[in-house]
């Protein structure tokens, strides 16, 4: 296995022009994950012991850090993150803090899962970061009170040990533990700021609650659903067709560059799990001149079946969610959307319900993560 880059240290203080063109960073194996952590799923931070000079919720804005070096509040520097005080000793003769002395928030996974990889972002803390992070997950089910996840028979599993981190960087680090998680508590060691928290992994969902849902979307994030891979992500993710609620805005879908050849392009999702699809939405919202002109969709069962087309190739409108009853049920794990020639889908639905081959491998799956 290839070390991950690491970043120690400061970043030099921002000297004008664009302050990412010193911004230390790197490509990140788990990156291609879905985020855990992000607030369209639901996730947020709950709790943090101290955010004196800059929220605690800025950890998990989708976008990435802004700033502005004119920017002051009565409080001091603005800064989009997480920034606590500096952390005092306790006597003229101690003016130090302890080893032990750290600042925490607590997070909320958006769906409970399984961790790949965590990025603790310093993006512009360049001399007021952190000079260490550690990262420790849990395991609660319903919806627990900050009180309740801090109780002492809580059992926090560590996935970061305390590490020193790079200011003004992207710090990485990749998680091997095969265990399904719902909160998560980040320490910076002793104080300082953190612009962004990205947690990467797959989602393992409750199968208890799908089953309750009976008719579910197969393909959403939030489901245990993924994208396996795409043909092209020039412009937005493909990951975005299966985010929850419908699209705001353009690059809130995913759009492909303009093909010069006759090819075309396609998205390949796993399901939850080997389900019945028995209803389609293709949605074009705010793709206006640039949707894809056609669809077809196909589906595959287990990784060396056969595809079989169950949406013949169909002509798309602009800014139009497309709906469609399939004449019979499609059994399968994986699931190909071809668009024509170009273009982009804004979202993609898929209705139907777990087949009992399908229950039952989840429900093995779920025990298996300690849920």
């Not at 080893?99 to 997070?107: K, V």
């Not at 990889?117 to 420790?136: C, K, L, M």
């Not at 395991?139 to 996840?149: D, I, R, T």
């Not at 208890?208 to 939030?222: H, I, N, P, S, V």
């Amino acid at each position: 296995m290839s070390t991950l880059p690491t970043f120690t240290g400061d970043a030099s203080p921002f000297g004008g022009g664009d302050p990412y063109a010193d911004y230390r960073s790197a490509d990140f194996s788990f990156t291609p994950y879905v985020d855990l952590a992000d607030r369209r799923l639901g996730a947020g931070v709950i709790a943090a012991n101290d955010e004196f000079f800059a929220e605690r919720e800025n950890l998990l804005k989708p976008e990435p850090a802004e700033f502005d070096p004119e920017h002051f509040g009565h409080k001091g520097k603005i800064m989009d993150g997480w920034e606590t005080r500096r952390r005092r000793g306790v006597s003229a003769a101690q003016p130090h803090p302890t080893d032990e002395d750290h600042d925490w928030a607590l997070i909320r996974l958006g769906a409970p899962g399984v961790v790949r990889g965590i990025v603790v972002d310093t993006a512009h803390f360049r001399g007021n970061y952190p000079q260490a992070v550690s990262v420790e997950a849990t395991s609660v089910a319903g919806s627990p009170s900050p009180e309740e996840l801090l109780a002492p028979d809580v059992k926090w599993t560590t996935l970061v040990p305390r590490t020193a981190v790079g200011g003004h960087a992207a710090n990485g680090f990749a998680v091997d533990v095969e265990q399904r998680f719902t909160h998560l508590r980040l320490n910076q060691h002793p104080d300082g700021g953190v612009a962004r928290l990205r947690v990467y992994g797959e989602v393992a969902p409750d199968p208890r609650w799908l089953t309750a849902l009976g008719t579910f979307d197969l393909a959403a994030l939030e489901n245990g659903g993924q994208v396996e891979d795409a043909s092209d992500r020039f412009y937005s993710p493909a990951t975005n067709t299966i985010q929850p609620g419908r699209s705001r805005k353009m690059d809130d879908g995913w759009e492909t560059r303009r093909r010069r050849d006759k090819g075309n392009d396609w998205i390949r999702y796993q399901l939850a799990e080997q389900s019945e699809i028995r209803a389609v939405e293709i949605d074009t919202a705010y793709l206006k001149g640039n949707s894809a002109g056609w669809a077809a969709l196909s589906v595959r069962d287990g990784e060396s079946g056969q595809w079989s087309e169950v949406l013949p190739r169909t002509r798309l409108q602009p800014d139009t969610n497309h709906r469609f009853v399939l004449d019979a049920p499609a059994v399968g794990t994986h699931v190909r959307i071809d668009i024509f020639p170009d273009g982009g889908i804004s979202r993609l639905r898929l209705f139907g319900s777990l087949t009992a081959e399908g229950a039952a491998r989840l429900t093995a799956r779920h025990q298996e993560l300690g849920g």
